[in-house]
């Protein structure tokens, strides 16, 4: 069984930075194409960033311009978001997803999901 656990969200302040972290079980880590996704209310889940299998190339949403930054460690099953910078613009519920495949930007490229882990970011 797949299991996807975030952790790492919280209130910080606009300029302020976080860092969550998607601890991966039941799959083959260096297999799975990891994306970042989030939703804030009222809004459609809209695509992060990926680290994709195997090469472990990734890719970013042109609005997070530089201040975000995604990372695996194989060792521990975990993919990390780096966020700086933060506006209050990133305030949403966050996504991690894994995906067999090498497609990235969309969710139904992939098969599991995370339960989601709030950021809020204050003016």
């Known amino acids: 069984q797949v299991q996807l656990v975030e952790s790492g969200g919280g209130l910080v302040e606009a300029g302020g930075s976080l860092r969550l972290s998607c601890a991966a079980s039941g799959l083959a880590f260096s297999s799975a194409t990891m994306g970042w996704f989030r939703q804030a209310p009222g809004k459609e889940r809209e695509f992060v960033g990926a680290v994709v299998r195997w090469s472990g190339r990734t890719y970013y949403a042109d609005f997070v311009k530089g201040r975000f930054t995604i990372s695996r460690d194989s060792a521990k099953n975990t993919v990390y978001l780096e966020m700086n910078s933060l506006s209050p613009w990133d305030t949403a519920v966050y996504y991690c997803?894994?995906?067999?495949?090498?497609?990235?930007?969309?969710?139904?490229?992939?098969?599991?999901w995370g339960q989601g882990t709030q950021v809020t970011v204050s003016s």
């Open positions: 997803a894994a995906s067999t495949g090498d497609a990235y930007d969309l969710p139904t490229f992939y098969n599991y």
